[in-house]
């Protein structure tokens, strides 16, 4: 049925592999910043919300575009890291994923907040009068509370994250093998002639990711509330 | 030996107690309100002292003047919440379990054996708290803090949640644990009875400020 060229293998493959790298990369920061969010009182915690959730409101090409002022072979980071640490971002896939890992990380740590807030800290209490010290507390009752919500927020950023278009054009461009993901892909099939069953293809496989994603998501969120009712 | 001193302001209520007590069950009593579970609370150093010093078996674990405060993880004192507080991901082995892994004790057979033969929890091991009545959860938690080690056990109304019938199932079991298990006691409470069947000793608490103290008899 589906008859998937070469050249659209590489796109789907470079789309998993981008999305895959940008949502590991990012859930440990998204755990950091959900249990910060949750918990914590600061100054300044109100801009950083703010920061957090920007990606899901601004222009796409924006992002991309400051990613690229920032990020880009002449940026401030970008050349530092480049000369120092040998990692380019500019038109490179880890460019791609760090783009993705940007515009997905608010739909990230949302659910990974929600659960950490969901969780009754009295238990975190009663953990540490049996002698768990608070790293201790963090990951044998927080966390394993939290893991439905954790795996949930994954989901929703992956689904997010595979998707992602503007930014990542902005940013690294549109290059087969390199940084065309399936949704540049449709993109470039769509402004070609005779493209139109190629783009078809592309299109039914990341309608199909995404309803797998909210699917999974949804699913997660329905162990949460079994785990923390305990049965 | 619990000697406590202490001075704490929340909002507009003070709290100013002062006793020490060498008895095995030391009954806090009082209304609600009176300042019982800030007491224990501070106790457990899950809250902290405005002012004043606070020793256990004669170890130093608050003393504002010195700048001491131990944090609760490392008090060795065990808890008995009101309301259980079993850990809803773990099931009953694992919850009992639970504190001589963040102590990182030895495995103890012998002791296990007795506590969940004392409790008669050993049908439940390998339950999740929320199959669990209120009674057998409230079990579970009293085997969960004895499994510790701990050097004191704090009990804060820990029948408080249960109906009659269930707080004659579980007070055997207290009354039990205070012959056989070894572990002074603080046990919070409002109730009278509860407190002449279990208690040793008295500190009577209105108002945050200690009232009388003494033997049971002081309960009239």
Redesign the interface.
Known sequence: MLDISPAEWTAILLSLRVAVIATLVATPFGIALAWLLARKDFWGKSVLDAVVHLPLVLPPVVTGYLLLLTFGRRGLVGAFLADHLGIVFAFRWTGAALACGVMSFPLLVRPMRLSIEAI?R??E??????????F??FF??TL??ALPGVLAGMVLGFAKAIGEFGATITFVSNIPGETQTISSAIYSLIQTPDGDAAAGRLVMISVGLAIGALIAAEWFARRATQ????? | MLRVDVEKQLGEFSLQASFSSEGRVTGLFGASGAGKSSLINMIAGLLRPDRGTIVIDGDVVDDTAAGIHVPTYRRRIGYVFQDARLFPHLNVAQNLDYGRRMNRLAADPAQRTRVVDLLDIGALLDRRPGKLSGGERQRVALGRALLSKPRLLLLDEPLGALDEARKLEILPYLVRLRDEANVPMVYVSHDVAELRQLATQIVMLRQGRVTSFGGVKVLT
């Open positions: 009754d009295r238990l209490q009663a953990a540490e009068t049996l002698g768990a010290a608070p201790k507390v044998t009752v394993p509370l785990r923390l009712h305990g049965n």
